[in-house]
């Protein structure tokens, strides 16, 4: 499952999503770290499919994890070139324009 919370500053929906695995986890990997926090990743646990509709009604997207990344991949909403890999997890920023 796919943990995702949607966070909403002014006009701006930010869709924060996670594999629910590595909620909580710290990775560490050239320099730069990531925590997966509870109480920015920390949301409903969803389907990759629900997920997918969910990134229609935001802005931007904060993502961690490997499933949740190659989907996103996948699904062209991210492009491989963009994801970061710290210590062994993907992780991808968009903001949609």
Same mark, same amino acid.
């Not at 919370?5 to 999503?17: C, F, G, M, Q, T």
């Not at 925590?35 to 802005?59: L, M, N, Q």
């Not at 949740?68 to 324009?97: P, Y």
């Given at each position: 499952?796919? /943990?995702?919370? $949607?966070?909403?500053?002014?006009?701006?929906?930010?869709? #924060?999503?996670?594999? !629910? +695995?590595?909620?909580?986890?710290?990775?560490?990997?050239? @320099?730069?770290?990531?925590?997966? &926090?509870?109480?920015?990743? *920390? *949301?409903?646990?969803? &389907?990759?499919?629900?997920?997918?509709?969910?990134?229609?009604? %935001?802005? $931007?997207?904060?993502? %961690? *994890?490997?499933?949740?990344? &190659?989907?996103?991949?996948?699904? @062209?909403? %991210?492009?491989?070139?963009?994801?970061?890999?710290? *210590? +062994?997890?993907?992780? #991808? !920023?968009?903001?949609? /324009?």
């Amino acid at each position: 499952m796919i /943990l995702c919370k $949607i966070h909403v500053h002014d006009n701006e929906r930010i869709l #924060a999503a996670c594999d !629910q +695995e590595i909620l909580g986890m710290t990775f560490r990997g050239d @320099g730069v770290k990531i925590k997966v &926090s509870e109480i920015f990743y *920390g *949301g409903e646990p969803i &389907s990759e499919d629900a997920f997918v509709e969910r990134t229609r009604s %935001v802005t $931007i997207m904060n993502l %961690v *994890g490997n499933r949740v990344v &190659s989907r996103a991949v996948k699904e @062209g909403l %991210v492009s491989e070139e963009s994801v970061m890999v710290i *210590g +062994e997890v993907k992780h #991808a !920023q968009v903001v949609i /324009l």
